[in-house]
């Protein structure tokens, strides 16, 4: 069954760096689109930032642009997302997802279970 773990989460102060990853198992990804998704309470799923082909084409929401990068290591099968210069908004619980459409959380089909970023100003 396909599987996607994520893993890299934790407590920051503002202006700190994490590197989140997401090891997919089960899954091939490299013709589809994988994606980093966020979820503060009270709010709606949000795109992060989405990869497709193993890297040829890259999407960005406008308030990590910059700040986030996401890459993939395909002899891993693993998904990352650097992040840089952290603010306390990006406070969330971050998941991986794969199967869908650029940073559309709606159209995906395949989850992570999610890793917790707190951001402390």
């Known amino acids: 069954s396909v599987q996607l773990v994520e893993s890299g989460g934790g407590s920051v102060q503002a202006g700190g760096s994490l590197r989140l990853s997401c090891a997919a198992s089960g899954y091939t990804y490299r013709s589809y689109w994988m994606g980093w998704f966020r979820q503060a309470p009270g709010k709606e799923r949000e795109g992060v930032a989405a990869?497709?082909?193993?890297?040829?084409?890259?999407a960005y929401a406008d308030s990590v642009k910059g700040r986030f990068t996401i890459s993939q290591d395909n002899a891993k099968n693993t998904l990352y997302l650097q992040m840089d210069s952290l603010k306390p908004e990006d406070t969330a619980m971050y998941y991986c997802?794969?199967?869908?459409?650029?940073?559309?959380?709606?159209?995906?089909?395949?989850w992570g279970q999610g890793t917790q970023v707190t951001v402390s100003s």
């Open positions: 990869v497709y082909s193993g890297g040829t084409l890259t």
């Open positions: 997802a794969a199967g869908g459409r650029v940073l559309l959380p709606a159209t995906y089909n395949i």
